[in-house]
């Protein structure tokens, strides 16, 4: 074969034997725990084995690809080569022979002796009857030797080829040609062959060389891909953790953020979660503490009046009457207490039923001024109502349009000092109804502000209630279309503002801009004092 289809591939076999062995001896040292984890990976059933499953298969089946391929190319780089530059030495020689007019045995040996790649290539010569007769090795072949090549050559009427293995069970390549002359018969030839051992020794390098090479990226892609997947699912295994100790109602625990990435929002997210589990958490216990504390206050009372109404009997009409009007009054309370609980629970379950109709929120907002006006004498506080002149018609239902003003009248009395000041105005535009309530009590501190309409939340826990007033009066004002918005400044007071839609009807009722109440216009206010 000659040197150009020989590459030097003697130190790249060495190097890949040496890798090959010391790889080897490392599989075999490597302790059994160091596997331990791949193993489990794969015969696990979470996300890990889904990821390596999906990832192997995709890049084994581009892998198999991309080796099948490198593998053709390189068979056909080499032997095409090889016989690209067999197949044009013999049709040069071939050509030669058709010029010359000398005797064919005599031009054969002339040639053979002075052609220069003995060493590379054997050329033969072959008479009319199909035996070689010349030959560049020396040797005489068997008679009986096939020459396949030399059959095709006959049978085209110019040339054939072979690959296969000869007497010595040697891989060659041959090419024959048939030779053209005058003094030729026409079935005589050349025929050059070549050793292809050389060729697919270098052929199996080359894809000993690509498999070492894909295997390197294999188990580095599965290393990385370990160490990713790891950084991803260990992780979500602390997550689901601690995810299980909250549901078992455990608040307090908290995830540790590693990484400013997805994982680390969820984590923020849970933590978050956690928190405000929580905080829903001590606020359920205060408000079952409130709802014990609020409901056995009227229950105690009514006991102990009944009680001393039965040992006085009707000896001390005026005690019986004032214990009787105790009682009424803490059952007319506990009752309130109830209503609120159930209007609440119809909140939460989206089974609070709204009866709409046209009514005069003037008028509701009048008889709840004159239901708080005795409680407010009671406790020394002066209570105005800025009453507009002119009807001020709404659609909504009655009698949750005047809890929403009971319950927000109820907090600016419970937070104001007795001598304080409690004002309910209103002022109307072509389609919104403005219904403010402005006290100078206590006032909300700005950080709670922004939670006294949540459930459960009391932004002063020395004052009695549930904490869901202010709630409930949100969902009533937003299931009319309104707004319900608390401003307040800490020891300068609060002041709510309700907005409802007006419904405009100018054939039968005409409505007027109200302006803001001004001290001077006493004319035009109902004060409770």
């Known amino acids: 074969m000659p040197d150009r289809f020989k590459p030097d591939w003697t130190a790249l076999r060495q190097w890949v034997q040496k890798k090959a062995a010391a790889f080897t001896e490392w599989l075999r040292q490597t302790p059994r725990h160091f596997f331990l984890p791949y193993i489990e990976m794969i015969r696990g059933k979470g996300i890990t084995r889904r990821w390596l499953v999906t990832t192997f298969s995709i890049l084994g089946t581009a892998l198999l690809l991309i080796f099948i391929v490198a593998v053709s190319l390189i068979k056909s780089y080499y032997y095409n080569n090889i016989q690209q530059i067999v197949s044009q030495r013999a049709s040069v020689a071939a050509s030669y022979f058709a010029q010359t007019g000398s005797d064919y045995q005599l031009a054969a040996q002339s040639f053979v002796e002075g052609f220069e790649d003995k060493n590379k290539m054997e050329v033969q010569f072959i008479n009319a009857k199909g035996r070689i007769v010349v030959t560049s090795s020396g040797f005489e072949p068997p008679v009986d030797q096939s020459i396949p090549d030399y059959t095709a050559a006959c049978l085209s009427g110019k040339s054939g080829t072979w690959i296969g293995r000869n007497e010595n069970r040697e891989h060659i390549y ?37 498999s070492v090479v894909m295997l390197v990226v294999l188990l580095f892609i599965s290393v990385s891909s370990s160490y990713f997947i790891r950084s991803i699912v260990n992780p979500v295994k602390n997550i689901t953790s601690i995810a299980g100790h909250i549901a078992s109602g455990d608040f307090s625990i908290r995830l540790e953020k590693e990484h400013d990435d997805e994982i680390g929002d969820l984590v923020d997210s849970i933590n978050a979660m956690a928190a405000e589990l929580a905080l829903s958490e001590n606020a359920k216990n205060d408000f079952i503490s409130s709802v014990s504390h609020e409901l056995r206050t009227p229950l105690t009372a009514i006991k102990g009046w009944s009680e001393t109404v039965l040992m006085c009997g009707t000896s001390d009409e005026a005690m019986m009457k004032r214990g009787l009007g105790i009682i009424i009054n803490e059952t007319e309370r506990l009752s309130g207490l109830v209503e609120q609980l159930l209007d609440f629970s119809r909140m939460q379950s989206g089974r609070m039923v709204m009866n709409f109709q046209m009514l005069d929120i003037v008028a509701e907002i009048d008889d709840v001024v004159f239901m708080f006006g005795e409680k407010a004498k009671k406790e020394d506080k002066r209570l105005t109502f800025y009453e507009p002149e002119e009807t001020i018609p709404v659609m909504g239902d009655r009698d949750r349009l005047k809890q929403v003003i009971i319950i927000v009248l109820d907090n600016a009395m419970k937070y104001s000092e007795p001598g304080g000041e409690i004002y309910i105005y209103t002022s109307a535009t072509d389609d919104q109804l403005t219904i403010g309530v402005r006290d100078h009590g206590c006032g909300i501190p700005a950080d709670q502000l922004p939670k006294v309409k949540q459930k459960f939340y009391k932004a002063n826990t020395n004052k009695g209630g549930f904490g869901i007033g202010l709630a409930v009066a949100d969902e009533i004002i937003a299931k009319h279309n309104g707004e319900f918005h608390i401003d307040s400044v800490e020891g300068d007071g609060t002041n709510v503002t309700i907005t409802l839609p007006i419904v405009r009807q100018t054939s039968q009722i005409e409505i007027n801009p109200v302006a803001e109440p001004a001290e001077e216009k006493e004319e035009s206010t109902h004060e409770q004092v």
Not at 193 to 207: F, G, K, M, N
């Open 174 to 210: 041959a090419v024959t040609y048939l030779l053209k002359g005058s003094n030729l018969k026409g079935k005589e030839a050349i025929r050059m062959v070549v050793s292809l051992q050389p060729t697919d020794e270098a052929v199996r390098s080359s894809i000993i060389m690509i």
